[in-house]
């Protein structure tokens, strides 16, 4: 309750902040203690200290999974503040109302993280996308920014719709929109009506997580909005989609039989063999990384497919691992005056510390051992063998991940092994302090990945 | 009226508003349709909710308040599309203002 309720006065505390102040530094400043406050709100109701006593029952339950992902959320986004609140700024005009868009978001983040009925679902979901909508259109006079924001709104309204068709029908066979009420039996002469509005639903989270045959819109969107904003886009978004999924599969999915399996396998498989084979084709490193998360989602889709403790734990190293590399790789990238392959040529000689740190975070990226991205990704493969059957799909997992590593290292080949004179804006020790504290957090819990799991279980 | 016809209606309205969306080439038409598309879903909810009072009141002759949830839900659909509205149009008039057109066949040539 902390987060949603302390996230939202914060919001609108930003939007006040530029009527009292223009001056920018002191709007970043504000935005940073804001969230670190947000954050440690959370902290605090994770061992019991609730602020707001609000009787929820029925509509949100704030279980320790749900927290501990708002806490990796509200610290990825600290973390994402201090890189590239500068760069926030510099988008347009209107500083202060894109960090209050931002809590806004992350208001939206908890609900989903803790929702107990599909109304909130419904609601959380919405809170995400409306003020993202605007993010990706902030960049007014730049026609890919317009054209980013009208595709991603017409596709987010037109995917709501069809959730809303979904619950509807799932309300039509069960009389209820509580997630405990999903379990119950069906009239059988309504369970037609049941499956369908749970495949509408799928549908529609698969189009907001950017699963395979609905990912179309995902490239275009991150590649035309502005590359701070799909740095948040592709991390916490879509992390926190994921988790109101798999709150979903807890209840609604076990409820309705094995066939699920089949459906979630060819969505998984589909979305690693697109994410993968299209970004080795992909000259700009931004895309690169647009269909990189296309790809990331296809091993986050694992945790649903396995749905067992082994993906739980799992999905939350993986949305922890994921943040933290593709934060880190945005906040080098924004700064890049050329964002294809070539523009990191010889990176390594001019900025030796963000050359050494983004390698980090691309090995992470590709699953290499003694990085957070090799156990995220070890723990959702070992989920799906724990379940047994269809051996087929961690096989193909893992051939993605081999390729995966094609891409990665071609950006790592060009910072240390190609001359050229990469051109970056300036960048201050804290940046750099920042992204190495970063680099080592990952190679930590790359090691020791119960120091996140532990709060899993108080 | 069986429940039947309602879940017809709302189906076909839906279906147009799909298939408007997948056809259509000028953005606030496209627009219309989902918000087509929501409407038949205000109105399958209604008559939802109706027909879960309806065998409630068989079950239990006092449970007048079965199904109000869903009908509280439409309220929700309503403010929620009226915030979408407000953020859909701003951004085709943004995009207007640049591009003098609300044709979405111009956003393919911006593709690379």
Known sequence: ?458 | MPINLYIFLALALFSIGVIGVLTRRNAIIIFMCIELMLNSVNLLLVAFSKMHLADMLAKVPGAVNNGADAQLFVFFIMVVAAAEVTVGLAIIVMMYRNVHSVDVNFLNRLKN
Request: aromatic share 16%.
């Open chain 1, 1 to 458: 309750m902390n987060g949603i309720i302390l996230s939202a006065i914060f919001g609108v505390l930003m939007m006040f902040s530029s009527i009292l102040t223009s001056n920018k530094a002191t709007i970043r400043s504000l935005a940073i203690v804001l969230c670190a406050l947000l954050l440690a709100g959370n902290i605090a109701e994770q061992s019991g200290w609730v602020l707001f006593h609000v009787n929820t029952s029925g509509m949100l339950h704030f279980s320790s999974y749900g927290l501990l992902f708002n806490s990796i959320a509200y610290f990825v986004t600290l973390l994402y503040f201090l890189l590239s609140a500068r760069d926030i700024e510099s988008v347009g005009i209107n500083a202060a109302e894109y960090f209050a868009l931002l809590f806004f978001i992350l208001a939206g983040v908890a609900i989903v993280s803790s929702y107990d009925n599909l109304l909130m679902l419904f609601l959380g979901i919405e809170i995400i996308s409306i003020p993202l909508y605007i993010l990706t259109g902030s960049d007014k006079r730049n026609l890919k920014s317009n054209e980013a924001a009208l595709k991603y709104f017409l596709m987010g309204s037109f995917s709501t719709g069809i959730m809303l068709m979904g619950i509807t029908l799932m309300y039509g066979a069960k009389g209820t929109f509580a997630l405990s009420g999903l379990t119950e039996t069906v009239n059988p002469g309504r369970n037609a009506w049941y499956i369908s509005g749970l495949l509408l639903l799928l549908i529609s989270m698969a189009f907001k997580v950017s699963a395979a045959p609905f990912h179309f819109w995902t490239p275009d969107v991150y590649d035309g909005a502005p590359t701070v904003f799909t740095a948040f886009m592709a991390t916490m978004v879509k992390a926190a989609v994921f988790i109101g999924f798999i709150r979903l599969f807890d209840t609604a999915f076990p409820a309705s039989g094995q066939n699920w399996k089949l459906v979630l396998s060819v969505i998984t498989a589909a979305t690693l063999f697109i994410g993968n084979v299209t970004a080795i084709f992909q000259q700009s490193v931004k895309r690169m990384l647009a269909y990189s998360s296309i790809a990331q989602a296809g091993f986050m889709l694992f945790a649903l497919y396995s749905y067992n403790d082994l993906s739980k734990e799992g999905l939350i190293l993986y949305s922890l691992g994921y943040s933290l590399a593709t934060v880190g790789i945005f906040a080098v990238l924004i700064r890049m005056k050329d964002y294809t392959f070539e523009g990191f040529n010889g990176l390594a000689r001019t900025q030796p510390v963000l050359a050494a740190t983004t390698t980090i975070f691309l090995l992470s990226l590709a699953g290499i051992p003694l990085t957070l991205g090799f156990f995220s990704k070890y723990y959702m493969l070992a989920a799906a063998v724990k379940n047994g059957g269809n051996l087929w799909l961690v096989f193909f997992a893992i051939l993605c991940a081999v390729i995966s590593v094609y891409y990665y290292f071609r950006v790592i080949q060009a910072m240390y092994f190609k001359t050229g004179q990469a051109e970056m804006e300036p960048v201050n020790a804290g940046f750099r302090w920042t992204l190495v504290g970063m680099a080592a957090l990952v190679i930590l819990l790359g090691i020791f990945p119960n120091l996140v799991l532990q709060y899993l279980y108080f």
